[in-house]
Structure formats: C-alpha cells, structure tokens
C-alpha cells in the first residue's frame, strides 16, 4: 500500500460480522480506522475529527446511507465517500454519485476489493489537494513575497530554507515581532516533502495556560467542565503535516514537560483520554524571548531547548536593511492593487519610510502601506499619508548602502529636484531664484512658504559646508573632477 496507508477511514455498517472483518483488514494495511454501526454515531464522529475515506452503509438504523452521505459531504467536503449496499441497482449508484460519493461496493464484496478501491479513493483524493494547491499558489506568492531583499542576512535566509525545506528536522526561528516568523515557516513547509498536508499554527501567548493544553493535545467528552464533545487538538490536525509553535518561550514549564514527551515518543494522550494518539508531524518554533536567558533562570526547559533547536533560523529586524525597504514597499502596492487600487509613492514618502525605526517591522510596514494606499485619493502617496513617528534623517540612507550607493542617491535627489524647479518657472514666475536653485525638492515646488525657502537654502548650505569638510575622506574616484561644476 506504500503511502496510502496513512489514511483516516471511518466505517459505518449495522452488520457487526462485516464492520469486524472491515475494521482488522484496513487496519493491517496501516489505516487509522473508526468503526460505528449507525448513522447517527458516523455523523457525530465526522464532525469531530477529519477523515480521508468514509465507508457507510445504505441502510442503517436511526440515519440511511444516502442521507448520511449529503450530511458528510457538507461537512467534509475533502473526504471521499464509498457506499456499501446489497441492493446494487442502477438508481442507487445514481443517486449516490449525484450526491458526491466516489464509488460503491456491491454486497456481498471482499476484503480485497474493498483495499483496492480505497487505494484508488485516496489517490483521488490526494491528485484534488495538489490540484487546490496549484490553484491557491498565486496566493502564496503573496505571502511569501514578503520574503523580498538583497540584504546579505536575507539571502543566508533563503539559502538555510533551501538546504532544510526537504528534511524534516525541528528548527527554531529567532527575531523580534513582525520580522516574517511565520511566513519563513510556511515557506520551509511549501517548499518540503508535506506541502500538501496541513500546516497547524498554535501561539502559546495568545492562549490562557488552561485552554493551551486542551488545544494542543484535544479532550476527550466530559474531559472537564465544558467538555461536551471529544475535541481534537492540533497535533492530530496536523497528521502528515506540519505543527509551527508560534511564540514558545511563552508557554507554561509544566506544559512544556508534556510537550517534551510528546516529541521523544511521538504520542500522546488527549486530555481525559487514555488512548495513544500516535504522530507524524514536523515541528518549528518561533520566539522572540531569550531562551538562553530563560533556560539559566528556570523558565524554559533545556531539554526541550535542544528538541526544537535543531536548526536556527534568525530574521534581521527592518532597520538593519533599510535598503529592503523599497523593494518591501513595491510588493505591497502590487499586493494590494486589485483592492485598493494603483499607487505610486512620492520621493519624500519613501525617504521617510526609510528613516523610520519601524518597531514593528515588515508587519508595521505593510500595515502603514495599507492605511496610506486607502488616504492616497490622489494616487500618490505623501508624507502626510503615512502614519508613522518621528524618522532620522541620518537613517534615510540605508545603513547597509555603499559609498556609491549613497553618492548615487544623492545626485539622483538633486536631478528630480532641478528637474521640478524647471518645471515649476516654465509655468509660474516666482522670486527668489538663488533658493531656487536648492536640490531640496520642497525649494521646487512653486507654492513653498517663504520660511520653507529659507530653511531649505539653510540646510543646503549646511551639508554644503559638512561637504566640503568631509571631501578628503572621499576616494579619488568620487572627488568632483577639477573645473567642473
């Protein structure tokens, strides 16, 4: 059976000889197999917890096949669905496959004839996901466009998700809030062998520690208080797939105990429960906690520390790559075109953005964008379209730009400044025309305020002087050739 035998089936079937033989033979062949023997109990099951392939009788007590089966396809849309009857005619696979069943057997049928068709059932169901996959890329092109910069960390970044997406290794991601943790998740699992298995997300800090053990592990009915149903938790969602902790230094010490004994034994029990819920899941974690710091002081176990830190991952903060910023700011524009429709940016907008401290990083980033994409009527974005803070205009030129770089940048300011001043006397006569010439681009604009005018011939006499001070530290190759201007 290869990889097939890692389907969930449910069986549902009034004839306890039947269910028997059923239950033992598709559990030989490696399924993970739930057996009722009515309708009722087969609904109530399909709702608690997924399954890939569901067998149901056409007549059971208390709910028939086919009813059952519209219930089953509302609600498990992914599932695929067999019927099983002894009243094999023309209108009862019709009405069947109208309502969505895969496929029938014929009573009386044998063991392995029903392998075989569920064999086929599940590679089915698995060519669909890759096919949902396929048509949900473009999305994921978006989310993991945030991923987007030349800064040397970033593309060490790149290469460590390349060299372990394929692996299934535990690693831990490090960086402040905002940086792209969980998007660097994704991306190791949509680039890995589990792609088209679920990826479960669970962040310790937005859960209370009394829930957090009940979401992670599920509760079986009357497990606590308002435990009414048997609950699955998201390690058994995550079957196949990929389990990403989001923010795991902020889970409780006697959580992580029972944490760490999942991963050694790969199972667990749910809470209230005594069955062995066996595991196939790849961890990451994320944090931007000092676990170290933690560890020496008794809040974080090292035990599990090692488990989860396999590999680490650490994300630079926006501030150490400014020079990301614009490439940052192209995709979410592109991003959110459809939306809110085309905006370019003003030059001035985008130096502010540069010279920001962005606290939040790339996820303050795309927010402000957002804010002033909706602000920008005009199509342009402005200064005054972006809220953010003071910014230093130090930090306008991106720490991480060459002396070429920076010298580029510069004239390429003082080019769209004079190119503004010409526009603006080719259509307005104005006085002044000693702070005119000014690279600054509020000197360009033919509305400026006197005192602008003046701040602005001000400060461009001062890095005039800074200039001037600072040339012989400039080499040879970028000193302003003599009798030339």
């Not at 987007?148 to 490090?174: F, N």
């Not at 769209?416 to 681009?441: D, E, F, Y």
Request: aromatic fraction near 6%; include cysteine; charged fraction near 25%.
């Amino acid at each position: 059976m290869g990889t097939m035998a890692e389907g969930r089936i449910l069986i549902a079937d009034d004839e306890d000889g039947l269910r028997w033989v059923l239950e033992k033979g598709f559990r030989g062949a490696g399924y993970q197999v739930t057996a009722v023997k009515d309708g009722t109990s087969a609904l109530r099951e399909a709702e608690a917890q997924p399954f890939d392939l569901i067998l149901l009788d056409i007549r059971m007590p208390g709910m028939d096949g086919l009813t059952l089966l519209g219930h089953v396809r509302a609600k498990r849309p992914d599932a695929q669905v067999v019927i099983m009857t002894a009243h094999g005619t023309v209108e009862t696979a019709i009405q069947a496959m109208q309502k969505g069943a895969y496929d029938y057997l014929a009573k009386p049928f044998d063991l392995d004839e029903a392998l075989l068709l569920a064999e086929r059932a599940l590679m089915a169901q698995r060519l669909s996901q890759e096919v949902t996959s396929l048509k949900t890329g473009l999305k994921e092109v978006w989310e993991f466009g945030a991923l987007v910069g030349r800064h040397p960390t970033m593309q060490e970044v790149y290469k460590t998700i390349g060299r372990i997406a394929a692996t299934d290794v535990s690693v831990l991601l490090r960086g402040e809030s905002g940086t792209g943790k969980e998007v660097v998740a994704r991306a190791i699992h949509h680039y890995s062998r589990r792609a088209g298995r679920p990826f479960v997300g669970i962040s310790a800090a937005a859960i209370p520690a009394t829930l957090l053990e009940s979401e992670l592990f599920g509760h079986e009915k009357g497990a606590f208080t308002d435990a009414k149903e048997r609950r699955l938790g998201k390690l058994e969602l995550a079957h196949g797939g990929t389990v990403f902790f989001d923010e795991i230094g902020d889970m409780p010490p006697e959580l992580q105990v029972k944490l760490l004994r999942a991963l050694q034994e790969r199972a667990f029990e749910r809470v209230g429960g005594h069955e062995l819920i066996r595991m196939d899941v790849r961890v990451l974690a994320a944090t931007h906690r000092d676990l170290e710091a933690m560890m020496k002081s008794g809040r974080f176990r090292e035990d599990l520390f090692y488990r989860l830190n396999v590999v680490s991952l650490s994300l630079p903060a926006l501030r150490e790559r400014r020079g990301d910023i614009p490439l940052l700011v192209e995709h979410f524009l592109s991003k959110y075109l459809e939306t809110l429709g085309e905006r370019a940016i003003a030059p001035d907008a985008m130096n502010r953005l540069a010279g920001y401290e962005w606290p939040g990083n790339v996820r303050e980033l795309e927010n402000v964008i957002q804010r002033a994409m909706v602000m920008a009527s005009g199509g342009v974005i402005l200064p005054e379209h972006l809220p953010i803070g003071p910014v230093s205009a130090a930090a306008g030129v991106a720490a991480d730009s060459s002396l070429e770089e920076i010298i580029e940048k510069k004239m390429a300011e003082c080019v769209r400044g004079l190119r503004g001043q010409a526009a603006a006397i080719s259509t307005v006569s104005w006085s002044g025309s000693s702070k005119s010439r000014s690279c600054a681009p509020s000197c360009a604009r033919p509305r400026a305020t006197r005192s602008a005018r003046r701040s602005c011939s001000a400060s461009t006499a001062t890095r005039s002087a800074k200039s001037s001070r600072n040339t012989a530290s400039i080499p040879t190759r970028f000193k302003t050739a003599p009798g030339r201007r």
